[in-house]
Structure formats: structure tokens, C-alpha cells
């Protein structure tokens, strides 16, 4: 088997495996209570939040734990909204569903938002960034990563931009980027980013919203007063303890897997480059190392993937959370791609624990089954 779908979900790594299973076991206690077993399972999450606060050079007291990158999106999104109800917010064309959907629901609730038209490659500009800027402007909000394309947005540029504009906040989506593209909060004047551990070979069911001020939020749940009161819920104690563990797996190889993974996206991008009518649609600069992404104008993305399938190579054509829509790519269209190529499209993408030897056999897979389908449409 070749996976190669790792922007949508890693494999969880065996030692994270192995600390998920212990803490369940043995600091189940609600870190609420009390009682000594709830102190422990406090005193967990306490390591934990330290040990992010530490990566992301922050305070832990500005860390939030959710249930992953979705619900970290939208308590940034819908929270900085629902403080402000005349407000007006700004994104791109070319988000991930977990922030595009929010726009669009606050827009059924009333609440302006605009799309800057990102270029070809995915990208947006800080110019463009700002001549979108209104007085009653209060968020700008964006992915680092494009996760299809691969795309990296200039977020300090855009967040050297908002420092003009003390009344807007900033949040990035770092899900993407994460261990493979270096951010940083304060060169980038964030001032809400999210992350998920599922992405980095943790555990699906956790993530992480650090925010600058959680007092310019509003809780989207009502309960108990965990998190700050902005997540209520018993934390999931085990997979928080199990994404820190895997953020120090991944930060103790991080800069050398990032250079190994580039290579092999070089690489995989000359080999396919040679197939006569594929389109790469992955930026050739500024292009996150783990992610390609290709079209092949008049064969529909899903015959190509389950082709690949069929060889137990296994690749997506667009973001998971929009893969069974069965409709065009719209980050590709939102990039101004036609319409041939969004319908095409599909992506790979990789992790630490891809090996040159599968990336080159996808290669040649695709070599091999692109003309075959070419000349099938053909007739």
C-alpha cells in the first residue's frame, strides 16, 4: 500500500498509539474534579498546554484545546463575529471548507463578508488584503497552506499590514502547515491560530486554538467553565497528552523532514511534468513541501483516483471535507483554474513517513494509467 493522503489524515504514530492508550487507562479522571484523580488528569493537560506554549513561543494561558481544526476555525470565526453583530469579515476564494462555510453562515445571519479573488496560484496579496479593509472591518481570516493546492499565503506581510488596523484580528489556519512550513505567532502578528493533531500523525478528535486575548471571543457553547469558558466540555484529556506527543516526534526532525519531503515533491512534479497533457497546478515557488497537486483535462479526478486505487496507491481530488460533493474542485475554481481542470484535479501529499520509492512508484503508475485513460476518452 502507498498513501499518499496525508493532508487529509495521517497514520498515528506508534509511540502516539501506545501514550493514547496509557492515558486512557490511567488518567481518566474528569480534570474538573476534584480528587486526586482529577488533578492528575489536570496536571496532564497542564504539561501539555506548556509544552505547545513553548513551540509556539506563547503563554499556555492563551491556548485552547478543541476537538480539532474545524472547531477551532469556527471559535475564532463565529466568536470574533458574534462580539461584533455589525461587523464585516474577510477571507480568500481559496479556503478550506472549515472557514468558507463559516463566511458563508455568517452571511446568512447578516454579517458582511468579502472574498479576495486570489491569482492563479492559489495566492492573495496584502494589497489586495487591504483594499478589501472596510471601518467596520473586524477579522481577516485565511489558511497558511492552501491544502489542495499547496499554496503558501504571505501572513506576515498580511499581518505586518493589520498592525494599521488595530480594531481588525488575524487568524491563520496552520492545520496545513504545521511541522512542514515554519510560521511564526509574533513575526506574523497572529492573533488566533488553529491546529489539529491529526494532520501530524496525532489522533483525530483533537486540536488547539491559541488566542492572543480569549477575552475578544464569545463561546459558541454554554456549560462548564473549562477552556476559559470558550470550549466547554470535559477536555479529552488522552488526546490532548497524544498531540503533544506527536508535535515533539515531529519537532525533533522537523527541519530536516522538510528539505526530504521538498526533494521528493521536486521530484515527483519533473516525472509527471513529462506526461503529455497534465497540468500541474501546484505554484512552482512558494509551495508547501508536502503537497502536489495535477489535472488531467478530459478525465474526470475520480476515475484517476480510483485507477490508482486499484494499485493500492491511494490520493484524493480535493480537500476530504469536500471530496464526496461530486462537484468541481472549488479552491482550483476559486483560483481562476477552468473548469476542465477543477473537475480533473487530483492531490498528493505526504508525510514524514513517505519513502522515496513510493512517491516514484506513484510516478510511474501515473505514466502508465493517464495515456491508458487518455486513449479510452480518445475513442
Known amino acids: 500500500m502507498i498513501y499518499l493522503d496525508n493532508s487529509a489524515t495521517t497514520r498515528p504514530h506508534p509511540d502516539v498509539l501506545v501514550l493514547y492508550t496509557k492515558m486512557a487507562a490511567d488518567y481518566f479522571g474528569n480534570a474538573s474534579s476534584l480528587h486526586t484523580l482529577g488533578m492528575e488528569a489536570e496536571q496532564v493537560l497542564d504539561h501539555a498546554r506548556k509544552r505547545f506554549a513553548a513551540y509556539l513561543n506563547c503563554m499556555p494561558n492563551q491556548l485552547i484545546f478543541t476537538s480539532g481544526g474545524t472547531e477551532a476555525n469556527a471559535v475564532a470565526i463565529q466568536g470574533t463575529a458574534k462580539k461584533h453583530a455589525n461587523g464585516h469579515l474577510i477571507t480568500t476564494t481559496v479556503e478550506h471548507a472549515s472557514i468558507y462555510e463559516n463566511a458563508r453562515a455568517l452571511e446568512a445571519q447578516g454579517f458582511e463578508v468579502t472574498y479576495v479573488q486570489a491569482d492563479e496560484d492559489g495566492r492573495v496579496t496584502s494589497k489586495a488584503i487591504e483594499s478589501a479593509i472596510r471601518p467596520n472591518t473586524v477579522l481577516v481570516t485565511l489558511g497558511h497552506v492552501q491544502g489542495e493546492l499547496g499554496t503558501i499565503q504571505p501572513i506576515a506581510e498580511i499581518g505586518a499590514l493589520l498592525q494599521r488596523y488595530p480594531q481588525i484580528k ?210
Open 170 to 379: 488575524f487568524h491563520v489556519d496552520a492545520v496545513q502547515s504545521l511541522a512542514k512550513v515554519p510560521f511564526s505567532l509574533k513575526e506574523a502578528n497572529i492573533d488566533m491560530l488553529s491546529l489539529s493533531a491529526h494532520k501530524i500523525h496525532g489522533l483525530k478528535g483533537t486540536g488547539l486554538l491559541f488566542v492572543n486575548n480569549p477575552a475578544t471571543l464569545e463561546s459558541l457553547l454554554y456549560g462548564g467553565g473549562q477552556e476559559q469558558r470558550l470550549r466547554p466540555g470535559t477536555e479529552n484529556t488522552a488526546g490532548v497528552a497524544a498531540f503533544a506527543k506527536a508535535l515533539g516526534l515531529m519537532e525533533s526532525q522537523e527541519q530536516e523532514q522538510q528539505q526530504r519531503l521538498l526533494a521528493l515533491n521536486d521530484m515527483l512534479r519533473a516525472k509527471l511534468e513529462q506526461i503529455e497533457g497534465l497540468v500541474v497546478n501546484t505554484p512552482t515557488s512558494g509551495y508547501a513541501p508536502h503537497i502536489l497537486n495535477v489535472s488531467i483535462p478530459g478525465i474526470k479526478a475520480e476515475v484517476l483516483v480510483q485507477a490508482l486505487g486499484q494499485r493500492q496507491i491511494y490520493v484524493s481530488t480535493q480537500s476530504a471535507c469536500s471530496t464526496k460533493t461530486g462537484k468541481p474542485s472549488r479552491v482550483l475554481l476559486g483560483a481562476m483554474k477552468p473548469r476542465t481542470v477543477a473537475e480533473s484535479a487530483i492531490r498528493m501529499s505526504f508525510s514524514f513517513a513517505t519513502t522515496h520509492e513510493e512517491v516514484e512508484a506513484c510516478a510511474d503508475a501515473l505514466k502508465q494509467i493517464i495515456p491508458e485513460l487518455q486513449e479510452v476518452v480518445g475513442k
